[in-house]
């Protein structure tokens, strides 16, 4: 079997060039590969690129050149259908907002996208508390977004995103409106659980600490993504 959980190969990524509007290349023949449990960090400056490359990686977006794969499988981005059984099968996400649903518990969140998945009701509950505990709200499992604080909020996003277990994890910003102590438990918690789970995952991130806690680190210079 691959060992390699996703990659890009000659993606081409142009904005605009509608009306007057000249176009703006982002990425021009990058390439991209990442490993079974490998953790990649995103560093490099606002408008580089990042969220855009994240689309496209995790198939939110489909307006570009080039061939995606995931677990050695071509994935044909045009085909919606056939794109979002991959994506949900394949990814979670977290972002820097955490898109919680107000009116569900921490804990009805978490175990969302496995109910989704038709698991039942029971496991899907010992799943969720499991994580829950893991990231230290065993006592926040039954209060909804709006009685948690920002990192409570940004934990249960986590587990929400891996609790099917994805082969990839990709985090867009995960700490970026928390403090900074809340960003370093969140950012710990974050990579134990990727860790744990054998999960590969990309973090982009403007926070220089994540720098010391993913396997690679990467930025994006002159249209393609570049190790350090
Ligand atoms: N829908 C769009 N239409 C036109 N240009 C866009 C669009 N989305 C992004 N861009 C441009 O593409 C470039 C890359 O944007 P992107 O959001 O990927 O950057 P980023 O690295 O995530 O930045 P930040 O660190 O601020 O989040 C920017 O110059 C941005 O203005
Ligand atoms: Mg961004």
Known sequence: MSNTVLKLKKVTKLFGGKGDMPPVEIFKDMDFTIKK????????PSGSGKTTFLQ?????????????????LRVNTKNDVQTSIV????????????HLIQEFSA??????????????????????QHLLEKVGLAKRM????????????QRVAICRAIINEPALLLADEP???LDQLTTSKVMNFLIEIIK????????????????KLVDKNAKIADGKIVYN
């Open 87 to 98: 994506r949900r099968k394949n990814i979670g996400f977290v972002f820097q907002f955490h």
């Open 142 to 153: 039954k209060n909804r977004p709006a009685e948690l604080s920002g990192g409570e909020q």
């Open 196 to 211: 744990e789970h054998n999960i590969s995952a990309i973090i982009a991130s403007h926070n220089p600490m994540i720098s």
């Open 107 to 128: 804990l009805d969140n978490t175990i969302f996208p496995l109910l989704f998945d038709g698991v039942s009701e029971k496991i899907a509950i010992q799943k969720g």
């Open 56 to 72: 496209i990686a995790g198939l939110l977006d489909s307006k570009f050149s080039g061939d995606i794969n995931i677990n050695g």
């Open 37 to 44: 449990n490998e953790v990649v960090g995103l560093f490099s």
């Open 175 to 177: 700490t970026g409106n």
